[in-house]
Protein backbone atom coordinates (compact mmCIF):
# COMPACT_ATOMS: atom_id res chain seq x y z
CA UNK A 1 0.00 0.00 0.00
CA UNK A 2 0.97 2.90 -1.03
CA UNK A 3 2.47 5.52 2.59
CA UNK A 4 0.93 8.67 1.87
CA UNK A 5 -2.66 7.77 2.35
CA UNK A 6 -4.63 9.80 4.33
CA UNK A 7 -4.57 9.56 8.66
CA UNK A 8 -8.05 8.56 8.48
CA UNK A 9 -7.59 5.63 6.02
CA UNK A 10 -4.37 4.53 7.73
CA UNK A 11 -6.12 4.35 11.34
CA UNK A 12 -9.17 2.42 10.05
CA UNK A 13 -6.75 -0.29 8.56
CA UNK A 14 -4.28 -0.74 10.60
CA UNK A 15 -6.16 -3.31 12.91
CA UNK A 16 -6.48 -5.70 9.71
CA UNK A 17 -3.01 -5.31 8.12
CA UNK A 18 -4.49 -2.28 5.40
CA UNK A 19 -6.27 -5.71 3.90
CA UNK A 20 -9.74 -3.48 4.10
CA UNK A 21 -11.06 -6.19 5.92
CA UNK A 22 -14.39 -4.59 6.45
CA UNK A 23 -15.10 -2.31 4.35
CA UNK A 24 -15.04 -2.02 0.15
CA UNK A 25 -12.00 -1.72 -1.28
CA UNK A 26 -10.85 2.12 -2.26
CA UNK A 27 -10.07 3.31 -5.82
CA UNK A 28 -6.83 3.61 -5.28
CA UNK A 29 -6.15 0.32 -4.44
CA UNK A 30 -7.09 -1.52 -7.34
CA UNK A 31 -5.17 -3.37 -9.67
CA UNK A 32 -4.39 -4.45 -13.19
CA UNK A 33 -4.73 -7.17 -15.23
CA UNK A 34 -1.04 -8.63 -14.55
CA UNK A 35 -1.17 -9.07 -10.75
CA UNK A 36 -4.02 -11.12 -11.42
CA UNK A 37 -2.12 -13.28 -14.48
CA UNK A 38 1.00 -13.64 -12.24
CA UNK A 39 -1.27 -14.66 -8.98
CA UNK A 40 -3.35 -17.39 -10.57
CA UNK A 41 -0.88 -18.98 -13.00
CA UNK A 42 1.87 -19.11 -9.49
CA UNK A 43 -1.45 -20.49 -7.28
CA UNK A 44 -2.59 -23.35 -9.54
CA UNK A 45 0.79 -24.74 -10.72
CA UNK A 46 1.73 -25.91 -7.74
CA UNK A 47 2.16 -29.33 -5.64
CA UNK A 48 -1.72 -30.11 -5.67
CA UNK A 49 -0.85 -31.02 -9.84
CA UNK A 50 2.02 -33.86 -9.13
CA UNK A 51 -0.94 -35.88 -7.31
CA UNK A 52 -3.88 -35.17 -9.63
CA UNK A 53 -2.60 -35.56 -12.55
CA UNK A 54 -1.02 -39.01 -11.76
CA UNK A 55 -4.38 -40.26 -10.16
CA UNK A 56 -5.88 -39.18 -13.53
CA UNK A 57 -3.89 -42.15 -14.74
CA UNK A 58 -4.26 -44.34 -11.75
CA UNK A 59 -8.06 -43.82 -12.58
CA UNK A 60 -7.87 -45.70 -16.05
CA UNK A 61 -8.39 -42.35 -17.91
CA UNK A 62 -8.18 -42.66 -22.15
CA UNK A 63 -6.32 -39.86 -24.29
CA UNK A 64 -9.90 -38.21 -26.09
CA UNK A 65 -10.91 -38.21 -21.84
CA UNK A 66 -7.87 -36.55 -20.12
CA UNK A 67 -6.94 -34.12 -23.27
CA UNK A 68 -10.35 -32.92 -24.27
CA UNK A 69 -12.50 -33.26 -20.76
CA UNK A 70 -9.46 -31.02 -19.18
CA UNK A 71 -10.29 -28.19 -22.42
CA UNK A 72 -13.83 -28.29 -21.52
CA UNK A 73 -13.74 -28.28 -17.96
CA UNK A 74 -11.19 -25.50 -17.44
CA UNK A 75 -12.97 -23.30 -20.06
CA UNK A 76 -16.14 -23.87 -17.57
CA UNK A 77 -14.24 -22.85 -14.72
CA UNK A 78 -12.93 -19.70 -16.30
CA UNK A 79 -16.44 -18.51 -17.38
CA UNK A 80 -17.65 -19.38 -13.91
CA UNK A 81 -15.24 -17.30 -12.50
CA UNK A 82 -15.67 -14.81 -14.97
CA UNK A 83 -20.06 -14.56 -14.71
CA UNK A 84 -20.68 -16.12 -11.23
CA UNK A 85 -17.78 -14.27 -8.81
CA UNK A 86 -16.02 -11.46 -10.73
CA UNK A 87 -19.29 -9.13 -11.22
CA UNK A 88 -20.27 -9.31 -7.59
CA UNK A 89 -16.50 -8.82 -6.34
CA UNK A 90 -15.98 -5.69 -8.12
CA UNK A 91 -19.49 -3.90 -7.55
CA UNK A 92 -19.11 -4.91 -3.83
CA UNK A 93 -15.70 -5.35 -3.16
CA UNK A 94 -16.12 -7.03 -0.10
CA UNK A 95 -14.24 -9.98 1.31
CA UNK A 96 -16.11 -13.30 1.40
CA UNK A 97 -16.14 -13.24 4.64
CA UNK A 98 -17.47 -9.85 5.26
CA UNK A 99 -20.19 -10.36 2.82
CA UNK A 100 -21.24 -13.38 4.77
CA UNK A 101 -21.55 -11.92 7.65
CA UNK A 102 -23.48 -9.47 6.08
CA UNK A 103 -25.87 -12.04 4.94
CA UNK A 104 -25.56 -14.85 7.49
CA UNK A 105 -24.78 -13.21 10.78
CA UNK A 106 -21.41 -13.73 12.70
CA UNK A 107 -22.28 -16.90 14.32
CA UNK A 108 -22.83 -18.56 10.58
CA UNK A 109 -20.01 -17.25 9.49
CA UNK A 110 -17.89 -18.83 12.74
CA UNK A 111 -19.58 -22.11 11.46
CA UNK A 112 -18.19 -21.60 8.03
CA UNK A 113 -14.56 -20.53 8.76
CA UNK A 114 -14.25 -23.46 10.95
CA UNK A 115 -15.70 -25.55 8.06
CA UNK A 116 -13.32 -23.84 5.67
CA UNK A 117 -10.37 -24.10 8.06
CA UNK A 118 -10.82 -27.44 8.74
CA UNK A 119 -10.53 -28.07 4.90
CA UNK A 120 -7.66 -25.99 4.16
CA UNK A 121 -5.54 -27.92 6.93
CA UNK A 122 -6.31 -31.45 5.26
CA UNK A 123 -5.59 -29.28 1.66
CA UNK A 124 -2.05 -27.97 3.50
CA UNK A 125 -1.27 -31.75 5.05
CA UNK A 126 -1.78 -33.62 0.85
CA UNK A 127 0.98 -30.58 -0.20
CA UNK A 128 3.02 -31.63 2.93
CA UNK A 129 2.91 -35.23 1.90
CA UNK A 130 3.86 -34.33 -1.48
CA UNK A 131 6.90 -32.51 -0.52
CA UNK A 132 7.60 -35.46 1.86
CA UNK A 133 7.79 -37.72 -0.81
CA UNK A 134 11.23 -35.85 -2.01
CA UNK A 135 12.70 -36.25 1.13
CA UNK A 136 12.43 -40.06 0.70
CA UNK A 137 13.81 -40.25 -2.47
CA UNK A 138 17.16 -38.28 -0.79
CA UNK A 139 17.18 -40.53 2.86
CA UNK A 140 15.49 -43.74 1.20
CA UNK A 141 13.06 -45.04 4.08
CA UNK A 142 10.05 -46.87 3.10
CA UNK A 143 7.24 -44.98 1.65
CA UNK A 144 3.62 -45.49 1.09
CA UNK A 145 1.68 -47.40 -1.88
CA UNK A 146 -1.22 -46.67 -3.73
CA UNK A 147 -3.43 -47.85 -0.87
CA UNK A 148 -2.10 -47.19 2.31
CA UNK A 149 -4.20 -45.51 4.96
CA UNK A 150 -1.82 -45.05 7.75
CA UNK A 151 2.09 -44.25 8.32
CA UNK A 152 4.33 -47.28 7.13
CA UNK A 153 7.38 -46.06 8.41
CA UNK A 154 9.41 -44.18 10.98
CA UNK A 155 11.29 -42.31 8.51
CA UNK A 156 8.09 -41.11 6.78
CA UNK A 157 6.67 -39.87 10.03
CA UNK A 158 9.67 -37.82 10.70
CA UNK A 159 10.25 -36.81 7.08
CA UNK A 160 6.59 -34.95 7.62
CA UNK A 161 7.18 -33.70 11.04
CA UNK A 162 10.38 -32.32 9.37
CA UNK A 163 8.51 -30.52 6.27
CA UNK A 164 5.66 -29.93 8.22
CA UNK A 165 7.49 -28.08 11.18
CA UNK A 166 9.66 -25.59 8.52
CA UNK A 167 6.29 -24.99 6.78
CA UNK A 168 3.89 -24.54 9.56
CA UNK A 169 7.66 -21.77 11.22
CA UNK A 170 7.72 -20.07 7.83
CA UNK A 171 3.63 -19.52 7.59
CA UNK A 172 3.65 -17.98 11.16
CA UNK A 173 6.15 -15.56 10.93
CA UNK A 174 7.13 -14.55 7.54
CA UNK A 175 3.79 -15.25 4.68
CA UNK A 176 5.42 -12.07 3.09
CA UNK A 177 8.20 -12.93 2.24
CA UNK A 178 7.01 -16.83 1.55
CA UNK A 179 5.16 -15.09 -1.12
CA UNK A 180 7.75 -13.52 -2.37
CA UNK A 181 9.73 -16.21 -3.22
CA UNK A 182 6.91 -18.38 -4.20
CA UNK A 183 6.07 -15.74 -7.26
CA UNK A 184 10.06 -15.98 -8.14
CA UNK A 185 9.69 -19.70 -8.04
CA UNK A 186 6.21 -19.66 -10.28
CA UNK A 187 8.11 -19.32 -13.29
CA UNK A 188 10.64 -22.24 -12.75
CA UNK A 189 7.83 -24.66 -11.67
CA UNK A 190 6.07 -23.78 -14.68
CA UNK A 191 9.40 -24.84 -17.08
CA UNK A 192 10.02 -27.74 -14.90
CA UNK A 193 6.73 -29.10 -15.07
CA UNK A 194 6.74 -28.76 -19.00
CA UNK A 195 10.24 -30.32 -18.46
CA UNK A 196 8.49 -32.85 -16.96
CA UNK A 197 6.27 -33.83 -19.51
CA UNK A 198 8.74 -33.48 -22.56
CA UNK A 199 11.12 -36.12 -20.47
CA UNK A 200 8.29 -38.85 -20.36
CA UNK A 201 6.81 -38.11 -24.25
CA UNK A 202 10.75 -38.74 -25.10
CA UNK A 203 11.36 -41.82 -23.41
CA UNK A 204 7.68 -42.98 -24.35
CA UNK A 205 9.07 -42.41 -28.26
CA UNK A 206 12.30 -44.08 -27.30
CA UNK A 207 10.53 -47.24 -25.54
CA UNK A 208 8.32 -47.76 -27.88
CA UNK A 209 10.50 -46.74 -31.47
CA UNK A 210 7.51 -44.90 -32.46
CA UNK A 211 7.86 -42.38 -35.51
CA UNK A 212 6.48 -39.22 -34.73
CA UNK A 213 6.33 -37.38 -38.27
CA UNK A 214 2.58 -35.63 -37.46
CA UNK A 215 0.29 -35.13 -35.03
CA UNK A 216 -1.98 -37.91 -35.96
CA UNK A 217 1.68 -40.20 -35.04
CA UNK A 218 1.25 -37.87 -31.85
CA UNK A 219 -2.21 -38.59 -30.99
CA UNK A 220 -1.82 -42.61 -31.63
CA UNK A 221 0.85 -42.89 -28.89
CA UNK A 222 -1.11 -41.26 -26.69
CA UNK A 223 -4.27 -42.82 -27.19
CA UNK A 224 -2.90 -46.49 -27.52
CA UNK A 225 0.22 -46.05 -25.19
CA UNK A 226 0.12 -43.40 -22.52
CA UNK A 227 -3.39 -42.88 -21.52
CA UNK A 228 -5.16 -46.24 -23.01
CA UNK A 229 -7.71 -46.48 -20.96
CA UNK A 230 -9.22 -49.83 -19.42
CA UNK A 231 -9.75 -50.78 -16.17
CA UNK A 232 -8.58 -48.63 -12.96
CA UNK A 233 -5.90 -49.88 -10.20
CA UNK A 234 -7.32 -51.04 -7.36
CA UNK A 235 -9.28 -48.43 -5.03
CA UNK A 236 -10.12 -46.06 -7.53
CA UNK A 237 -12.76 -45.04 -9.86
CA UNK A 238 -13.01 -45.31 -13.49
CA UNK A 239 -12.76 -41.87 -14.84
CA UNK A 240 -14.52 -40.64 -18.00
CA UNK A 241 -14.98 -37.46 -20.22
CA UNK A 242 -17.61 -36.42 -17.77
CA UNK A 243 -15.35 -37.23 -14.88
CA UNK A 244 -12.28 -35.37 -16.28
CA UNK A 245 -14.68 -32.49 -16.81
CA UNK A 246 -16.64 -32.04 -14.04
CA UNK A 247 -13.35 -32.64 -11.63
CA UNK A 248 -12.01 -29.74 -13.68
CA UNK A 249 -14.85 -27.80 -13.58
CA UNK A 250 -15.53 -28.08 -9.60
CA UNK A 251 -11.68 -28.48 -8.28
CA UNK A 252 -11.93 -24.94 -7.45
CA UNK A 253 -15.49 -24.46 -6.91
CA UNK A 254 -14.65 -22.94 -3.62
CA UNK A 255 -13.06 -20.26 -5.22
CA UNK A 256 -15.46 -19.50 -7.94
CA UNK A 257 -19.20 -21.00 -8.03
CA UNK A 258 -18.25 -21.16 -3.56
CA UNK A 259 -17.17 -17.21 -4.00
CA UNK A 260 -13.93 -17.53 -2.29
CA UNK A 261 -12.27 -15.49 -4.64
CA UNK A 262 -14.50 -12.52 -4.05
CA UNK A 263 -11.38 -11.61 -1.58
CA UNK A 264 -9.26 -11.97 -4.72
CA UNK A 265 -11.14 -9.98 -7.30
CA UNK A 266 -12.68 -7.19 -5.35
CA UNK A 267 -9.11 -5.64 -6.45
CA UNK A 268 -9.86 -6.07 -10.00
CA UNK A 269 -10.51 -3.00 -12.10
CA UNK A 270 -13.04 -4.53 -14.32
CA UNK A 271 -14.48 -7.90 -13.46
CA UNK A 272 -13.35 -8.99 -16.74
CA UNK A 273 -9.65 -9.13 -15.18
CA UNK A 274 -10.82 -12.51 -14.05
CA UNK A 275 -9.96 -14.37 -17.59
CA UNK A 276 -6.59 -14.10 -15.47
CA UNK A 277 -7.92 -17.42 -14.08
CA UNK A 278 -7.10 -19.38 -17.73
CA UNK A 279 -3.10 -18.87 -16.69
CA UNK A 280 -3.73 -21.36 -13.89
CA UNK A 281 -6.18 -23.53 -15.80
CA UNK A 282 -4.61 -24.06 -18.92
CA UNK A 283 -0.60 -24.02 -17.41
CA UNK A 284 -1.74 -25.89 -14.00
CA UNK A 285 -4.45 -28.00 -14.59
CA UNK A 286 -4.12 -28.45 -18.37
CA UNK A 287 0.10 -28.85 -19.09
CA UNK A 288 0.99 -29.52 -15.26
CA UNK A 289 -1.64 -32.33 -14.70
CA UNK A 290 -1.16 -34.30 -18.20
CA UNK A 291 3.25 -33.52 -17.58
CA UNK A 292 2.48 -35.09 -14.31
CA UNK A 293 0.08 -38.14 -15.38
CA UNK A 294 3.03 -38.79 -18.11
CA UNK A 295 5.44 -39.86 -15.58
CA UNK A 296 3.10 -42.42 -14.06
CA UNK A 297 2.23 -43.47 -17.34
CA UNK A 298 5.76 -44.47 -18.31
CA UNK A 299 6.52 -46.09 -14.89
CA UNK A 300 3.49 -48.48 -15.22
CA UNK A 301 4.89 -48.84 -19.16
CA UNK A 302 8.04 -49.60 -17.81
CA UNK A 303 6.71 -52.14 -15.38
CA UNK A 304 5.15 -54.22 -18.02
CA UNK A 305 1.33 -52.64 -16.83
CA UNK A 306 0.40 -51.71 -20.43
CA UNK A 307 -3.07 -54.03 -20.24
CA UNK A 308 -5.77 -54.66 -17.77
CA UNK A 309 -4.19 -58.55 -16.95
CA UNK A 310 -0.87 -56.99 -16.15
CA UNK A 311 -2.17 -54.87 -13.93
CA UNK A 312 -4.54 -57.15 -12.03
CA UNK A 313 -1.55 -59.40 -12.14
CA UNK A 314 0.45 -56.99 -10.41
CA UNK A 315 -2.58 -56.31 -7.79
CA UNK A 316 -2.65 -59.76 -6.65
CA UNK A 317 1.14 -60.15 -6.39
CA UNK A 318 1.32 -56.38 -4.40
CA UNK A 319 3.51 -55.24 -6.91
CA UNK A 320 1.95 -51.87 -8.23
CA UNK A 321 4.18 -49.20 -8.75
CA UNK A 322 3.25 -46.81 -5.89
CA UNK A 323 2.50 -42.84 -8.18
CA UNK A 324 4.79 -40.78 -5.51
CA UNK A 325 5.58 -37.66 -7.18
CA UNK A 326 8.99 -37.42 -5.28
CA UNK A 327 10.48 -40.44 -6.91
CA UNK A 328 8.58 -39.73 -10.85
CA UNK A 329 10.32 -36.44 -10.84
CA UNK A 330 13.84 -37.43 -9.82
CA UNK A 331 13.58 -40.09 -12.00
CA UNK A 332 12.87 -37.42 -14.64
CA UNK A 333 14.75 -34.42 -13.68
CA UNK A 334 17.01 -35.71 -11.11
CA UNK A 335 18.03 -33.01 -8.69
CA UNK A 336 15.74 -30.49 -9.91
CA UNK A 337 12.58 -32.94 -10.31
CA UNK A 338 13.14 -33.49 -5.94
CA UNK A 339 13.74 -29.67 -5.77
CA UNK A 340 10.38 -28.82 -8.25
CA UNK A 341 8.57 -31.46 -5.44
CA UNK A 342 9.45 -30.17 -2.58
CA UNK A 343 9.10 -25.75 -3.90
CA UNK A 344 5.47 -26.73 -5.22
CA UNK A 345 4.33 -28.79 -2.26
CA UNK A 346 5.70 -25.78 -0.09
CA UNK A 347 4.28 -22.89 -2.36
CA UNK A 348 0.87 -24.42 -1.99
CA UNK A 349 0.57 -25.93 2.05
CA UNK A 350 2.28 -22.43 3.45
CA UNK A 351 -0.77 -20.34 2.20
CA UNK A 352 -3.35 -22.57 2.82
CA UNK A 353 -1.62 -22.92 6.20
CA UNK A 354 -1.86 -19.17 6.67
CA UNK A 355 -5.09 -18.84 5.33
CA UNK A 356 -6.86 -21.67 7.65
CA UNK A 357 -4.92 -19.73 10.07
CA UNK A 358 -6.91 -16.70 9.33
CA UNK A 359 -10.09 -18.53 9.38
CA UNK A 360 -9.00 -19.90 12.62
CA UNK A 361 -8.19 -17.00 14.26
CA UNK A 362 -11.35 -15.15 13.32
CA UNK A 363 -13.09 -17.33 15.34
CA UNK A 364 -11.04 -16.75 18.26
CA UNK A 365 -9.95 -13.50 17.57
CA UNK A 366 -8.44 -12.38 20.88
CA UNK A 367 -6.05 -15.12 20.26
CA UNK A 368 -2.63 -14.43 18.74
CA UNK A 369 -2.03 -15.17 14.69
CA UNK A 370 1.58 -17.01 15.24
CA UNK A 371 0.12 -19.37 17.66
CA UNK A 372 -3.52 -20.51 15.53
CA UNK A 373 -0.98 -20.18 12.84
CA UNK A 374 1.26 -22.93 14.22
CA UNK A 375 -1.82 -25.07 15.23
CA UNK A 376 -3.25 -24.86 12.03
CA UNK A 377 0.48 -26.14 11.00
CA UNK A 378 0.61 -28.96 13.46
CA UNK A 379 -3.02 -30.18 12.33
CA UNK A 380 -1.96 -30.06 8.82
CA UNK A 381 1.30 -32.17 9.33
CA UNK A 382 -0.57 -34.97 11.50
CA UNK A 383 -2.79 -34.91 8.67
CA UNK A 384 0.40 -35.43 6.24
CA UNK A 385 1.35 -38.35 8.31
CA UNK A 386 -1.94 -40.78 6.83
CA UNK A 387 -0.70 -41.03 2.73
CA UNK A 388 -4.87 -42.35 2.24
CA UNK A 389 -5.06 -38.23 1.88
CA UNK A 390 -3.35 -37.51 -0.71
CA UNK A 391 -4.19 -40.95 -2.49
CA UNK A 392 -7.60 -39.68 -2.11
CA UNK A 393 -7.03 -35.96 -3.54
CA UNK A 394 -9.61 -36.05 -6.48
CA UNK A 395 -12.52 -36.78 -3.90
CA UNK A 396 -11.15 -34.67 -1.38
CA UNK A 397 -10.82 -31.66 -3.69
CA UNK A 398 -14.62 -32.75 -4.47
CA UNK A 399 -15.84 -32.51 -1.58
CA UNK A 400 -14.16 -29.50 -0.14
CA UNK A 401 -15.82 -27.67 -2.91
CA UNK A 402 -19.28 -29.42 -2.22
CA UNK A 403 -18.98 -28.33 1.45
CA UNK A 404 -18.72 -24.50 0.57
CA UNK A 405 -20.47 -24.41 -2.40
CA UNK A 406 -23.61 -23.51 -1.14
CA UNK A 407 -22.74 -20.72 0.83
CA UNK A 408 -21.30 -19.23 -3.36
CA UNK A 409 -25.41 -19.72 -4.14
CA UNK A 410 -26.77 -17.87 -1.03
CA UNK A 411 -24.25 -14.91 -1.53
CA UNK A 412 -25.31 -15.18 -5.75
CA UNK A 413 -29.42 -15.22 -5.41
CA UNK A 414 -29.06 -12.39 -2.17
CA UNK A 415 -27.09 -9.99 -4.45
CA UNK A 416 -28.87 -10.36 -7.64
CA UNK A 417 -32.29 -12.05 -7.41
CA UNK A 418 -33.66 -10.72 -3.60
CA UNK A 419 -34.54 -7.63 -4.63
CA UNK A 420 -36.97 -8.45 -7.87
CA UNK A 421 -38.41 -10.87 -5.49
CA UNK A 422 -38.98 -8.25 -3.00
CA UNK A 423 -36.50 -10.13 -0.30
CA UNK A 424 -34.56 -7.89 1.71
CA UNK A 425 -30.54 -8.22 1.05
CA UNK A 426 -28.09 -8.08 3.38
CA UNK A 427 -30.65 -9.58 6.21
CA UNK A 428 -27.99 -10.34 9.28
CA UNK A 429 -27.22 -6.84 9.05
CA UNK A 430 -30.27 -4.80 8.38
CA UNK A 431 -32.53 -7.13 10.79
CA UNK A 432 -29.35 -7.39 13.55
CA UNK A 433 -29.42 -10.79 13.89
CA UNK A 434 -25.85 -13.28 14.44
CA UNK A 435 -27.76 -16.26 12.51
CA UNK A 436 -29.58 -15.81 9.38
CA UNK A 437 -31.95 -19.23 9.41
CA UNK A 438 -32.93 -19.25 5.60
CA UNK A 439 -29.05 -19.26 5.02
CA UNK A 440 -28.18 -22.05 7.63
CA UNK A 441 -30.68 -23.95 5.93
CA UNK A 442 -29.94 -23.48 2.71
CA UNK A 443 -26.31 -24.56 3.80
CA UNK A 444 -27.26 -27.78 5.87
CA UNK A 445 -29.87 -28.53 3.56
CA UNK A 446 -27.83 -29.09 0.75
CA UNK A 447 -25.50 -31.04 1.99
CA UNK A 448 -27.70 -33.36 3.74
CA UNK A 449 -29.25 -33.15 0.34
CA UNK A 450 -26.19 -33.52 -1.91
CA UNK A 451 -23.57 -36.44 0.46
CA UNK A 452 -27.28 -38.61 0.78
CA UNK A 453 -27.12 -38.63 -2.88
CA UNK A 454 -23.53 -39.93 -2.78
CA UNK A 455 -23.19 -42.18 0.47
CA UNK A 456 -26.74 -43.73 0.84
CA UNK A 457 -26.06 -46.44 -1.75
CA UNK A 458 -22.55 -47.61 -0.60
CA UNK A 459 -24.16 -47.00 3.31
CA UNK A 460 -26.21 -49.47 2.57
CA UNK A 461 -24.28 -51.97 0.80
CA UNK A 462 -21.77 -51.95 4.04
CA UNK A 463 -25.22 -52.31 6.39
CA UNK A 464 -26.63 -55.25 4.11
CA UNK A 465 -23.36 -57.00 4.17
CA UNK A 466 -23.26 -57.16 8.06
CA UNK A 467 -26.77 -57.92 7.99
CA UNK A 468 -28.21 -55.49 9.66
CA UNK A 469 -30.49 -54.34 6.95
CA UNK A 470 -31.84 -56.57 4.26
CA UNK A 471 -33.46 -55.19 1.38
CA UNK A 472 -35.51 -56.18 -1.88
CA UNK A 473 -33.67 -56.12 -5.32
CA UNK A 474 -36.79 -53.57 -6.66
CA UNK A 475 -35.26 -51.58 -3.81
CA UNK A 476 -32.10 -51.64 -4.27
CA UNK A 477 -32.26 -50.97 -8.28
CA UNK A 478 -34.55 -47.63 -6.80
CA UNK A 479 -31.86 -46.51 -4.43
CA UNK A 480 -29.17 -47.09 -7.24
CA UNK A 481 -31.17 -44.82 -9.74
CA UNK A 482 -30.52 -41.82 -6.98
CA UNK A 483 -26.96 -42.81 -7.01
CA UNK A 484 -24.83 -40.13 -7.90
CA UNK A 485 -20.93 -39.79 -7.36
CA UNK A 486 -19.72 -36.98 -5.44
CA UNK A 487 -18.43 -35.18 -8.61
CA UNK A 488 -21.60 -34.92 -10.34
CA UNK A 489 -23.65 -33.94 -7.66
CA UNK A 490 -22.37 -29.91 -7.15
CA UNK A 491 -23.97 -28.76 -10.19
CA UNK A 492 -27.74 -29.88 -9.02
CA UNK A 493 -26.52 -29.08 -5.54
CA UNK A 494 -25.73 -25.65 -6.39
CA UNK A 495 -29.54 -25.10 -7.22
CA UNK A 496 -31.30 -26.67 -4.36
CA UNK A 497 -29.13 -24.18 -2.09
CA UNK A 498 -30.66 -21.36 -4.00
CA UNK A 499 -34.05 -22.45 -4.03
CA UNK A 500 -33.58 -23.02 -0.44
CA UNK A 501 -32.26 -20.31 -0.04
CA UNK A 502 -35.35 -18.33 -1.96
CA UNK A 503 -38.19 -19.98 -0.16
CA UNK A 504 -36.63 -19.87 3.67
CA UNK A 505 -35.85 -16.33 3.48
CA UNK A 506 -39.51 -15.54 2.71
CA UNK A 507 -41.32 -17.72 5.35
CA UNK A 508 -38.14 -16.38 7.44
CA UNK A 509 -38.43 -12.52 6.50
CA UNK A 510 -41.81 -12.68 7.51
CA UNK A 511 -41.61 -13.24 10.72
CA UNK A 512 -38.68 -10.73 12.10
CA UNK A 513 -38.48 -6.99 10.71
CA UNK A 514 -34.98 -5.49 9.17
CA UNK A 515 -34.03 -3.06 11.91
CA UNK A 516 -31.47 -1.02 9.73
CA UNK A 517 -31.96 1.09 6.47
CA UNK A 518 -31.47 -0.29 3.42
CA UNK A 519 -27.78 -0.02 2.17
CA UNK A 520 -26.11 -0.37 -1.57
CA UNK A 521 -24.03 -2.98 -2.00
CA UNK A 522 -23.12 -0.77 -5.27
CA UNK A 523 -18.99 0.49 -5.12
Known amino acids: MSEDVS ?32 MYAGEHCA ?8 LFVAAGVSA ?30 LTLYFQLEKICGRRLVTLYNLANGVMFCFLAGAMITVSATAVGVLVRFPMPSL ?43 VLVFLAFGVVALRQFIVATDAQIR ?41 MHVGMADLSVLRYARKSWYAVASSAGMYVGHFMAWLSASMLFAFQLYQAGLDNDAAV ?36 TANPTIYRAGLAFQAIVPNRSRFAITLLTGGIATVAAMFPALAM ?79 LSASTKALLDRFHIQIYFVSLPGWFVAAVLYIVASKLYQRKTTATTPAVSTAD
Open 7 to 38: NQHSAQDSSHDGEFERRPVPGRALLGLKSFVG
Open 47 to 54: GTELMIGI
Open 64 to 93: FDVVVGLIVGNLLAVLSWLVLTAPIATRAR
Open 147 to 189: NDVRPNSTGWVLAVLGVGAVISVVAAYGYKTVSRVANIAAPWM
Open 214 to 254: SPADLWHLASTVIWRGGEPLPGKVKFTFCHVMFFAWFCNMA
Open 312 to 347: RAAAEAGTLPSPLPGPLAYGACGIAGLICVVVAGWT
Open 392 to 470: KLLEFVALYGLILMPMGAVIFIDFWVFDRLGLRRDYAERAGISFNWAAGLAWFGTLAFCLALVYLGPTIDWLEARGVLS
